[in-house]
């Protein structure tokens, strides 16, 4: 059984900039669900993708958009990057309906300059 | 809008110690809670998926026990050890309204040896 898996590992990027992150699911699941985690802070609900569709959203702009794939796989996009955006975003993915067990991938550390 | 703390924020402790960490949520409404452990700059580990129709669950050296109508989730480490050094998340899944799990901010633990 493969467990999540998050690309890349590090990013560093500029104010302005855009960014891509992609996650792969656990094998078997097919809800991606995507947090942000600051520094010392629990990580923010962003958003959630069950059968290729967003379902469910956190407190976070509009330039902030995802995807899921027929493969269930998910990509976060984020445009317009802030510096306030720099922070370990995790993917986790989970089985719709067994009891919503959520299991997460090793994050993505995004450092915007 | 549901909120999650958990007190303490850290705690230092003897090796060999029993310890009890605590979660508390203000809305009773909810699907499950999980508890995660997280090393530093790592994604998440699930520990335990407690589902609301449940009181308590058990892995290992592991006890979390739920009371929802009090709003609160307990997580109990026996004979704690140095590799027990983490911080350990609470997260909470909604009833309803799409599956928006807010974490709380977390406890970090140190064992020492």
């Known amino acids: 059984e493969t467990g999540v898996t998050q690309s890349p590992t590090h990013l560093i990027k500029t104010r302005g900039q855009q960014v891509t992150l992609r996650c792969s699911s656990q094998?078997?699941?097919?809800?991606v669900s995507w947090y942000q985690q600051a520094l010392g802070q629990g990580p923010q609900f962003i958003f959630q993708y069950y059968r290729e569709e967003e379902n469910g959203r956190g407190n976070f702009p509009p330039r902030f958009s995802g995807l899921q794939f027929p493969n269930y796989s998910s990509e976060l996009n984020v445009n317009a990057l802030e510096l306030d955006d720099s922070a370990l975003y995790l993917c986790a993915s989970s089985l719709v309906g067994v009891g919503n067990e959520q299991f997460f991938g090793p994050g993505t550390r995004l450092t915007v300059l | 809008k549901q909120e999650v703390t958990q007190i303490p924020a850290a705690l230092s402790v003897p090796e060999g110690e029993n310890l009890v960490l605590n979660c508390s949520f203000t809305?009773?409404?909810?699907?499950?809670l999980q508890w995660f452990r997280q090393d530093p700059g790592k994604g998440l580990t699930s520990l335990l998926l407690?589902?609301?129709?449940?009181r308590e669950q058990t892995s290992g050296r592991l006890n979390a026990s739920l009371d929802k109508s009090s709003g609160r989730s307990t997580l109990y480490i026996a004979a704690s050890q140095p590799g027990d050094s983490a911080t350990y998340l609470c997260?909470?899944?909604?009833?309803?309204?799409?599956?928006?799990?807010?974490f709380g901010a977390g406890t970090r633990l140190f064992v020492k040896a």
């Open positions: 094998s078997g699941h097919n809800t």
């Open positions: 809305d009773s409404a909810i699907y499950n």
């Open positions: 997260a909470v899944g909604p009833n309803t309204g799409g599956f928006k799990t807010i």
């Open positions: 407690i589902q609301s129709s449940q």
